[in-house]
């Protein structure tokens, strides 16, 4: 089997079911896979590309780790990646030391909380000229795309497996405003009965950031015309909301309980 960054982990599985253990072994990250719930949940929809950016390691890890098992690895890709050199931007061969501000999100998410609020407050902090480093596990993808609208440039630093900085700088004036209360439940019965024969649904609750946002926006980009996705949440995905916007789609929010939201996305 040839495989490349677009390969979905359940193909790989498939072709040869010792492939789970030679994932595994690559990030702790990935030992979610030996339970066999979240292995039907996350392989089917979750490629090499898409679970190396989550988990922090590289496509050519999971090549070096398939490789013995007989996948063949397409060479279009092997020789995009070894033409990839990382460049700094000019900003952050510029920054000074206080310039920076640092905040370390670890021990947030670590309690299970959402650090989206602390980033924020931190956020518009920032001046014109500075920066601010955020310290995770991953590289926050949905936080990158976010600021990036509203006037910040990022550079993402790898340090090691699990430890990750991301830095923000703002490049001019401006505030940083999101709002997630937007469009909550308003009209939820209506659109809800509209779209009732024509649902595609989908679970994110057991996902760990920002993998959420990543199932969701695939699960988006084959939706059909005439169709809504109904998703289950455990928070409102204040990240999502301006992409949704972007990409010309309308939605709803239901907040459930504490610790459960739905939401309906369909085409504007």
Known sequence: MIINSDTKIAAILKQNPA?????VSITPKFEKLRNPLLRKLMAGRTSIGMASKISGCSVTDFFKKLEPLGFEIDNTTMKVINEEKPKLPSFFKSLKPEQIKEFDVRPIIDEGEDPLKMIIKNVKNIQPGEA???INSFEPTP???????????????KIE???VETYFYRTGPGSVEINEKENIAEDWDAILQKFQDKLQMVDVRQLEMPL????????????PEDSALFVYHKRIPVFLLPELAERKFDYRIKEICDGEVQLLIFKS
């Open 143 to 157: 936080l990158i795309s976010l600021l990036k609208k509203q006037g910040f440039e990022s550079y993402v630093n």
């Open 132 to 134: 601010l480093k955020i």
């Open 212 to 223: 959420p946002m990543h199932r969701i926006l695939e699960a988006l980009d084959n939706l």
């Open 19 to 23: 492939a789970l253990d030679a994932i």
């Open 161 to 163: 497996d699990q430890l």
